[in-house]
């Protein structure tokens, strides 16, 4: 069993940026790969970001490549996802997830967190 707890989130400008963090529990974390993903009001949550396990791998969507990078640090039990130059349209929550593999579908993961909210204002 994992469990994951976001935080990090909050109000920024535009061009602004954030580090949101997964905590995770559970000693077997370092055996998951994590995803990032995000909903916004009134649209279908959507894939982020991923990582392996070994962090080795990392991928993500088109909309957030060269701006958003995903990290872990195992020994922390912690997934980064820094955020830059943000826009407007990267308001959502976002949540992380944990799952065998590192995909970009919402089935692909076992475990969710709760969430934490991104309000990006132009």
């Known amino acids: 069993q994992v469990q994951l707890v976001e935080s990090g989130g909050g109000l920024v400008q535009a061009g602004g940026s954030l580090r949101l963090s997964c905590a995770a529990s559970g000693r077997t974390f370092g055996s998951y790969a994590v995803g990032w993903f995000r909903q916004a009001p009134g649209k279908e949550r959507e894939f982020v970001a991923a990582?392996?396990?070994?962090?080795?791998?990392?991928h993500y969507a088109d909309s957030v490549k060269g701006r958003f990078t995903i990290s872990r640090d195992n020994a922390k039990n912690t997934v980064y996802l820094q955020m830059n130059s943000l826009k407007p349209e990267d308001t959502a929550v976002y949540y992380c997830a944990a799952g065998r593999v590192a995909g970009a579908h919402e089935y692909e993961y076992d475990y969710w967190g709760q969430g934490t909210q991104v309000t990006v204002s132009s």
């Open positions: 990582i392996t396990w070994s962090g080795y791998m990392t």
